[in-house]
Each structure stands twice: as structure tokens, then as C-alpha cells.
T-cell receptor, first 112, second 114 residues
Framework: KQEVTQIPAALSVPEGENLVLNCSFT??????LQWFRQDPGKGLTSLLL?????REQTSGRLNASLDKSSGRSTLYIAASQPGDSATYLC???????????FGAGTRLTVKP | NAGVTQTPKFRVLKTGQSMTLLCAQD?????MYWYRQDPGMGLRLIHY???????AKGEVPDGYNVSRLKKQNFLLGLESAAPSQTSVYFC?????????????FGPGTRLLVL
């Protein structure tokens, strides 16, 4: 059974710091991995999607890497800002293409 | 273009009552999904649909039923609500093309079962 774990559960950093969020999964037979952002009381917004054949994706200050063989992904946020405060979730899509398994998320607080 | 909308935003039920959550999308997406999110846990898939008239079970389907009579709507029903169904419910949709694309999420429905 695919299990997705995110560490740490919560993280607080001062503004301007670079940070890394971690995601691990138990079964490497995935179609892709996604990182989402969730603001309090809101739905999820997709940040980056990495196909299983890719190693990383970048969007602005965000960079996500994927090491399928070790079952790990990282989300790197450069020069963090208070507006980055949110919960970040990673999810893997199973090979049946219709089932995503989510981690519990990392709650990030960026202090001014 | 409203994206994915959910109705209602919040609801309180008593144990044994029934209700239907409505999800609507205006992006002409083929695939639609219902998830629940509980504290300290990731989202878990309840049911999904790969097209009008089709439904399938996800990871945690027990106690729920769904229907997809129209392409743009996906209904989630609770026939006899239980306190264990207290959760935040999210609907999502995706294009359903050959290459997996991201899912687009609604704002969620917060359900409290007393």
C-alpha cells in the first residue's frame, strides 16, 4: 500500500530564508508527483507536477525534485516571504491514473 | 469561469440524517473526484468518475454514494450520517487526457455530524 509521509509537520522560518520541505513515498511505481499549496479554509492549488521520468521542475522561487528510486521528493523555496505561509502537500499518482495519495502536509510559517 | 464550486460550504447534521453535497465544474473536464480531509491526515479519495454516467470507488468509499448524471456535476451522498464522517470534503476535476494532468480543487465543504 502506498504511503506518503511529509516531514516536518510544521516549520517556522524568518523571512528571506531558503527552505526545504520533504516528502517520501513507499512504492516507487508512481505516474507522477505533485506539490500543492493549501491556504486556511481553502482548496488546494497545484504548484509543481513532476512526471515519473523527470528529475525536477521549477516555477519561480520554487524547485521540486524527484528521486523515484529512493522514494523521495523535496520542495525548495528560495528567499521565503510571509505570503508563502500555507500548508504544503505532496501527492503521488498511482499507475491506475485515477488515484492520488496525499501526505498530511507541512504547515509553513514565514515570519516578517 | 468559476472553476470548481461546491455547495454547501458548511453543514451540521445529526447522526442518521442524510444529505447530498454538490460539486460543479465549468471546465468541461472528464474526470471528477471526491476527497475527505481529516486533521493530521492527507486527503483520501472517496469516489471518482471518469466520465458522465460512470463512478468508481476510491480508498475510503464506505458510507458514501455518488452520481454523475451530467458531465459538469458530481454528487456525493451520505445516506445515514455518522460522527466519523465529520470532515472537510473536497471535490476536484481534471481534464482526463492521456497524460495525467493536475487536478483542480473546489474550496471544500465542512461537515459536522453530531
Amino acid at each position: 500500500k502506498q504511503e506518503v509521509t511529509q516531514i516536518p509537520a510544521a516549520l517556522s522560518v524568518p523571512e528571506g530564508e531558503n527552505l526545504v520541505l520533504n516528502c517520501s513515498f513507499t512504492d516507487s511505481a508512481i505516474y507522477n508527483l505533485q506539490w500543492f499549496r493549501q491556504d486556511p479554509g481553502k482548496g488546494l492549488t497545484s504548484l509543481l507536477l513532476i512526471q515519473s521520468s523527470q528529475r525536477e521542475q521549477t516555477s519561480g522561487r520554487l524547485n521540486a525534485s524527484l528521486d523515484k528510486s529512493s522514494g523521495r521528493s523535496t520542495l525548495y523555496i528560495a528567499a521565503s516571504q510571509p505570503g508563502d505561509s500555507a500548508t504544503y502537500l505532496c501527492a503521488v499518482t498511482l499507475y491506475n491514473n485515477n488515484d492520488m495519495r496525499f501526505g498530511a502536509g507541512t504547515r509553513l510559517t514565514v515570519k516578517p | 469561469n468559476a472553476g470548481v464550486t461546491q455547495t454547501p460550504k458548511f453543514r451540521v447534521l445529526k447522526t442518521g440524517q442524510s444529505m447530498t453535497l454538490l460539486c460543479a465544474q465549468d471546465m468541461n473536464h472528464e474526470y471528477m473526484y471526491w476527497y475527505r480531509q481529516d486533521p493530521g491526515m492527507g486527503l483520501r479519495l472517496i469516489h471518482y468518475s471518469v466520465g458522465e454516467g460512470t463512478t468508481a470507488k476510491g480508498e475510503v468509499p464506505d458510507g458514501y454514494n455518488v452520481s454523475r448524471l451530467k458531465k459538469q456535476n458530481f454528487l456525493l451522498g451520505l445516506e445515514s450520517a455518522a460522527p466519523s464522517q465529520t470532515s472537510v470534503y473536497f471535490c476536484a476535476s481534471s481534464p482526463g487526457t492521456e497524460y495525467q494532468e493536475t487536478q483542480y480543487f473546489g474550496p471544500g465543504t465542512r461537515l459536522l455530524v453530531l
